[in-house]
């Protein structure tokens, strides 16, 4: 006997309720679309986003200190002077006067690039999902640091790409790590891809990749024929006025870049790019122009007219003073509070501290008592492709104020004393699955 298929429901959608089994269209979809779920903190959104909880769970900028007066006037006089151009659709390729001024963004790292090869997307994010579109079929392996950034494990799991995850240090990734992990995906008949790699202020570890090590890494990918995608949207973030000479500045034929204004303007226009090696801009081009024909051109000439007449270096030089401030608010609360057997990351620039708990505690579990006590952080298990990450957690500082991390770290230094109690009573508290399925999510959460 065959059920009959549920009737559909009004009301909230079946992935926001985790009742997927009441999707009238389950069998429809197609394969890919498995490895698409929808994060383990989304479950608690709703809670975690009320103002009496501190937030230390998502990655949203910090936008206060933009010039909005000044913005809004260029922006009218946008319209006004050149409004049936920045109105009208555009090419794939993105505006050439911004490509140009891109190359001008990543010389400051020491890349040096024609504005040909430069493609404009809708944030990094779609630069990501270009380049997984292009290189990787179903079972091929991509390489990636764990834990690794949530949106391009979404990216790589619904081309239904296996990741291995290869393992940091404090100076980032470990180049004899990824010299056996290669070695080892040869040895089992794997296609590897690429690398993906966030080597400076890396989202979520916090940690940069070492300058000496640099070139080791590239010469490994090379010896093994693996592309490396440099992910760098915090490269402008440092602390202390440094930056890094970017990966692709030294191999320009096997690094294809990602660039992002997300985290050095305004998160909210998603205008980011991706610099390939020559012989790969036309295919980003073509893929580019099948997922939006175009990138926004407004958007694009409004990145671009900031770029030309605001002081946007003194600009990122003030967000990074207010990161900074709340960087130190955040370590030396966690030096105050946190209970012995808790280590964590000490962060150079970017957003992010990753934290690791003592055995026994599991910070998935942890998460909604976490939350009743009013503070809310990135369980360890999204950034992971592989279900690690059950005793550490990701606890930005980008977005709530000094006060409000310290008082965040305060709460959450109880939530895990009083967990360690238990554990010490009871043994390992595991986690209880969170209603609908887990997952890579968008870092706006
Ligand atoms: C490492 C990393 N890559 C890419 C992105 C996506 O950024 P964008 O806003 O440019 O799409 C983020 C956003 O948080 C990120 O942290």
Redesign the pocket.
Known sequence: MTASPPEPRPGPTPAATGHQNLDPHLDRYAARTKGMTASEIRALFAVASRPEVVSLAG?MPNLAALPLESLSTQMAELISEDGLSALQYGSAHGVPALREQICEVMALEGISAHPDDVVV????????DMVTRLFCDPGDTVIAEGP?????LGSFAAYQADVVHVAMDDDGLVPAALAEALSQAEKNGKRVKFLYT?PNF???AGVTLAIERRGEILEICRRHDVLVVE????GLLGFDNQTYPALRSTDPDNVVY??????TFA?GL???WVLAPHAVREKLVLAAESATLCPPTLNQLVVSRYLSTHDWKGQVKTFCENYRERRDAMLSALEQHMPEGCTWTRPDG??YVWMTVPEGVDTKAMLPRAVTARVAYASGTGFYADGLGSRQMRLSYCYPTPERIREGVRRLAAVLESEMDLVRTFGSVTARKLSGPQAPS???E
């Open positions: 990655g997307t809708v944030g990094s994010q779609m630069g990501l690794s950034y949530v949106g391009a966030i890396h989202n979520p992910d760098n949207p915090y990602l660039g992002s204004f997300s985290k998160s998603r205008v980011g970017g957003f968008p870092d706006t």
